[in-house]
């Protein structure tokens, strides 16, 4: 017999497929990550216990990467949560991102594309180099930084986020602070 699918069933099968599909672009983007960070090691330093692109921001993200980072959230161990859920009371807009939990992102799987590319320095749309601002403390790309501007090849492919998603329907982008304000967790 042939079950007529609620409006509710379709919406959630749709979005399935489409978190597959998400879960699945990551793992590529991830490893295509890894190759522009390796191609510029000499001049990361990010390394294990390093927060500071956690610290201050806006943390822009889209309606599908909201979703994703809702999923990390609800797997997270319950005293986990309650210290996000403690840190997202007192969330101020631009300061420390809520999910950083012991200098560690608590959903770092399931994090934003503006959190997987930070660290490194890429071409965006104007023909501008964008870098990332921990240059400024001494860290990724200072070795190679001279009056604003770097002095080795960006990476040649514009990893905002708008472009990153181009072929998903990614619904609006807002600032962390935002989806918060609108969002309860
Ligand atoms: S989501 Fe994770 S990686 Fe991104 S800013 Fe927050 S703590 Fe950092």
Redesign the pocket.
């Known amino acids: 017999m042939l079950l007529k699918a609620s409006g509710q069933d379709l919406e959630a099968n749709v979005n399935f497929i489409m978190n597959q599909n998400y879960k699945d672009f990551l793992k590529n983007f991830d490893l295509k990550l890894e190759n522009y960070f390796n191609s510029h090691k000499k001049h990361i330093h990010c390394i294990i216990g390093c927060?500071s692109?956690?610290e201050k921001?806006d943390?822009p993200l889209s309606q599908i990467e909201l979703e994703y980072?809702m999923q990390g959230y609800i797997k997270l161990d319950n005293d986990i949560k309650k210290m996000v859920q403690n840190n997202i009371k007192s969330f101020t807009r631009g300061e420390k991102?809520?999910?950083?939990?012991q200098n560690?992102?608590?959903?770092?799987p399931?994090?934003?594309i503006?959190?997987?590319v930070?660290g490194l320095a890429y071409l965006c749309n104007d023909n501008k180099v964008k870098v990332p601002y921990c240059v400024n403390f001494n860290k990724n790309y200072s070795d190679c930084y001279n009056n604003g501007e770097i002095t080795i090849n960006p990476v040649l492919e514009n990893l905002d986020t708008p472009n990153v998603l181009k072929d998903f329907d990614y619904g609006e982008i807002r600032n962390?602070y935002d989806w918060i304000k609108i969002k309860t967790l």
Not at 97 to 101: D, H, K, V
Not at 104 to 108: E, M, P, T
């Open positions: 927060s692109c956690c921001g943390y980072v991102c809520p999910f950083l939990i560690q992102c608590s959903i770092y399931y994090r934003p503006v959190c997987r930070h962390l």
